[in-house]
């Protein structure tokens, strides 16, 4: 049951993790795409 629980926690950060990474990935880009539009 621990190992269980452990398991489910583990992947639940991970999950959030690679969420958070791929936001502020998209959040980086689209602010770069504003930007550059702008300078064209």
Known sequence: ????VLNYFA????TSVIEGINNLIKTVKRMWVY???EFC
């Open 1 to 4: 049951m621990k190992e269980y």
């Open 11 to 14: 992947h639940r950060v991970t």
């Open 35 to 37: 930007r550059i539009s």
